[in-house]
């Protein structure tokens, strides 16, 4: 058998090498599509544009400004001479955030009164706005508390506060979206190499009417199969590797766990999507057909069903239940509690035991469907 398969794999990297467009989406496409997303998909909010109008002009109300440009968050770009401008900069754009001081504001605070501080916020994206609201909200409470605590410390009653609290945060300590995007497409990446270019491969062979020279050769159906998955899995190991080598040099993401662990769960899941490939180039006929299917059943749910993107506890029960015949959601899980957290097996086994499950029932089937189509 391992003298049968070997002129295979050489024929198929040497048809590969020849193919510029599969090249070309095994090797550049997924670190060009890495680092393009990488870019495009960050959510953290940072340099939010702000307009000021200062109806009080005092020392403690630049001292309350002073605090927003120092947080790191927004950028003070305009100084209003009226409520109305600040509105109206935020109406055209220029702005995504406006400040209103009262006239009374220092007044109020040297009285012991709380005065009203109007915040307007764009609101059009809906998380982002969330997030600012977030941000305003943070900054107020840290100068009221500055406030508080100089009061009491003129009254002689010390710097006393019922509740202390020191957060740590594990993992991703710089709060960066990358280190929580990365390793999501490692898993994108893979999942659209593998199944469109193993889908081209065997359809490609259908349209030529070489694979009908099966029948009169020693090869048996598996031995083709085999013996043309390997080369794809070889190289979307290397793409795997170049992918991370990114992360780690583009991203700052480094790997936190085993890499020999890293190593095979990410195998099974290519072992998964290039199964899926197979399935695809049995049921189509053509090139064009076969690129379609594989690009809609690779993306959509590995977009939308991983938690890639978007979170799966907020959306409707039928939707998480139909996320679970995607491989992609378990090997996300794996991947983050490697790459991230650096657990071993013992955290993410069931989802290693899934994806064996998935490869060996989709693996059956496609085989199956590609004997028939072939017979």
Request: aromatic fraction near 10%.
């Amino acid at each position: 058998m391992l003298r049968r398969l070997r002129p295979i794999i050489i024929k198929e990297f040497r048809q590969i090498r020849r193919d510029q467009r599969v090249l070309a989406i095994l090797t550049l496409f997924p670190v060009l599509l890495m680092l393009l997303n990488g870019y495009a998909l960050n959510s953290d909010v940072q340099h939010v544009r702000m307009a000021v109008y200062d109806d009080d002009r005092s020392a403690e109300s630049r001292e309350f400004m002073d605090s927003f440009v120092t947080s790191g968050y927004f950028d003070y770009v305009a100084q209003a001479r009226s409520s109305a401008e600040a509105a109206a900069l935020l109406n055209d754009g220029g702005v995504r955030l406006a400040v209103i001081i009262p006239a009374n504001f220092s007044h109020d605070l040297l009285s012991g009164r709380s005065p009203e501080v109007q915040v307007l916020v764009d609101g059009m994206d809906a998380n982002y706005a969330t997030t600012i609201i977030g941000y305003v909200q943070a900054i107020a409470l840290d100068y009221s508390q500055a406030i508080v605590l100089k009061s009491l410390a003129r009254l002689g009653l010390g710097t006393y506060i019922p509740v202390r609290y020191e957060a740590r945060i594990w993992y991703n300590p710089e709060l960066k979206s990358a280190k929580f995007l990365v390793p999501g497409l490692i898993g994108f990446v893979l999942a659209i190499t593998a199944v469109i270019a193993t889908s081209l491969s065997i359809v490609k062979e259908k349209e030529r009417n070489t694979i009908e020279q099966i029948d009169v050769s020693p090869i048996s159906p598996l031995e083709l199969i085999v013996g043309k998955l390997i080369p794809y899995v070889l190289i979307s190991l290397v793409a795997a590797a170049l992918v991370l080598t990114a992360g780690y040099f583009m991203f700052d993401v480094a790997i936190k766990g085993s890499l020999l662990l890293l190593f095979f769960t990410t195998l099974l899941f290519i072992m998964a999507a290039l199964s899926i490939g197979l399935w695809v180039s049995a049921v189509a006929e053509t090139q064009m057909v076969a690129f379609q299917l594989a690009a809609l059943l690779a993306t959509l749910p590995t977009m939308m069903f991983s938690g890639f993107m978007f979170p799966l506890r907020s959306m409707p029960w039928w939707i998480q239940a139909l996320s679970n015949i995607t491989p992609a959601k378990y090997y996300l899980i794996i991947l983050r509690g490697i790459i991230l957290k650096g657990v071993g097996l013992s955290a993410w086994w069931p989802q290693v035991v899934y994806l064996a499950a998935f490869t060996t029932v989709v693996l059956f089937l496609s085989i199956r469907r590609f004997r028939k189509t072939i017979a």
